[in-house]
């Protein structure tokens, strides 16, 4: 069993800023996969998809960024998830919009939720899919994180979040490392192409 855990913040306010994208990925999974609707526990909201013999809790923490973890490791404890089990699904300043990446491990990079799941969950050794949403030009990141895709960014919002939810499919029904291959690489072919 997979534990599949988008980060966001709780509440309208914050539903269209580009720190949520990890909430917008995690819905459209339980859209795709004819999840059932969302229950309170663990400090978010959580609902079980299947598909094919595969299975995964799919998770939103609703303790805001900065104590993601508190959730994510009350999740992993009652479904005895193991780390290397979870993929935590984010916004990532270090890719370009409209590119995303799955990384296995590695430091919180400046990025508050990871940094609660890190010392919460006593590890980085769990999967990430990181949305690219690009470094501002100017101004602060705080700001920046926590406000709207700009109106190009939100025309091709659509075609990112499902990429998105493709590599979280991918990693819990094909394993990490042909996800991997699968979608990393393409990114790079991509990239090399323009």
Known sequence: ???????????????????NVGFVVVDRLAQRLGAGAFREKFQGVFTKAE???????????????????????????????????????HDELDVPFGQSRIKVSGGAAGHNGLRSIIEQCSGQDFVRVRVGISRPASGPVDGYVLSDFNSSERAELSDVVEKAADMAEAIVSKGTQVAMNQFNTRDKETKRAV
Do not use: C
């Open 1 to 19: 069993m997979h534990l599949v855990v988008g980060l966001g913040n709780p509440g309208t306010k914050y539903a269209g800023h580009r720190h």
């Open 51 to 89: 598909w094919g013999n595969h299975e995964a809790i799919l998770l939103k923490p609703m303790t805001y960024m900065n104590l993601s973890g508190e959730s994510v490791q009350k999740a992993m404890s009652f479904f005895k998830v193991d780390l290397k089990n979870v993929v935590v699904v």
